[in-house]
């Protein structure tokens, strides 16, 4: 059988090629269009395929884990060329489902001219088996790691898009806070709010938390983290949205804003900023 297995295989490497243009020619009668919008070179994806059936034929006749360890390198490189040309998941496991009917039909070939026997077809498709196997494996995982990539990037952004600075004057601008804050969040709004207090040469800033749910000691303390790292930087803070229920739990948990302007309302706490409403009588006298 090892005969056999050294005879079948070099003939696949030394046929990659025509295996290669038979592969080819299958999936166009089914997907036509497989490859026509993506962009990728005609040429670039024939040698992928060719070089896959190359390791198709070296299994039979060298070291299995080393054959194996090659193809996880090559699917690694493939599916990131899927990616980069925006060619699915799905559409790429349908390109390899072809290599194995390809295959079968070369073993017909060599067993009508009784060069292999069936048992030695069955051994031999069992290890292109395992193969095929990995390959499909390295790509879903690759796929799923760059959809996962996209999903924390759009959150990442989000997140940044929840901690908006809005200037109000030279050297002002106010932190409106919208939804819990557990210390992940705390620890992005300390470093929004300090780049881009740096950014806009601040001197003051006011946390609104009127949109803040709950103030408990946690976020007094990661509120106080925040407010700490701005006044290292001679940045003065306010807070402002205090509304009767917080200040009652701050009353009862015994937090101390010592050293912290607070005010009922964002408007209160613009005016200590020397931001005032300007009355205009649009009547002319």
Avoid at 106 to 125: A, G, K, N
Avoid at 170 to 194: F, S
């Amino acid at each position: 059988m090892q005969k056999e297995f050294q005879y079948t295989g070099e003939k696949i490497v030394d046929n990659r090629y025509e295996l290669t243009e038979t592969f080819n020619e299958e999936v166009m009668k089914v997907y036509p269009d497989n490859f026509a919008d993506t962009g990728m070179p005609e040429a670039e994806y024939y040698k992928i395929r060719a070089d896959l059936f190359k390791s198709f034929g070296e299994v039979l006749y060298k070291n299995e884990n080393e054959v194996q360890q090659q193809v996880r390198d090559w699917a690694e490189v493939a599916a990131k060329r899927t990616i980069e040309y925006d060619v699915s998941l799905t559409q790429a496991l349908r390109v390899i489902s072809f290599f194995q009917p390809t295959i079968w039909d070369f073993f017909q070939e060599e067993l009508d001219q009784q060069h292999i026997s069936p048992r030695t077809v069955i051994e031999i498709s069992k290890k292109i088996d395992r193969l095929v196997d990995i390959v499909t494996r390295v790509y879903g995982r690759v796929h799923e790691e760059h959809q996962q990539l996209i999903a924390d990037t759009a959150h990442s952004a989000l997140e940044e898009l929840s901690v908006p600075i809005v200037p109000i004057a030279e050297g002002l601008a106010v932190i409106p806070l919208v939804g819990a804050i557990d210390t992940h969040r705390a620890a992005l709004i300390n470093e929004v709010a300090l780049t881009e207090a740096n950014r806009l040469g601040l001197e003051e800033v006011i946390f609104d938390i009127s949109g803040v749910p709950v103030l408990d000691t946690m976020v007094s303390n990661e509120l106080f983290t925040i407010i700490n790292s701005l006044n290292l930087l001679g940045i003065e803070t306010r807070i402002s949205g205090i509304r009767p229920q917080i200040a009652q739990t701050i009353t009862s948990l015994g937090i101390n804003f010592k050293g912290i302007k607070t005010f009922a309302s964002l408007h209160q706490a613009l005016e200590d900023c020397g931001i005032k409403r300007i009355e205009v009588n649009t009547h002319l006298k």
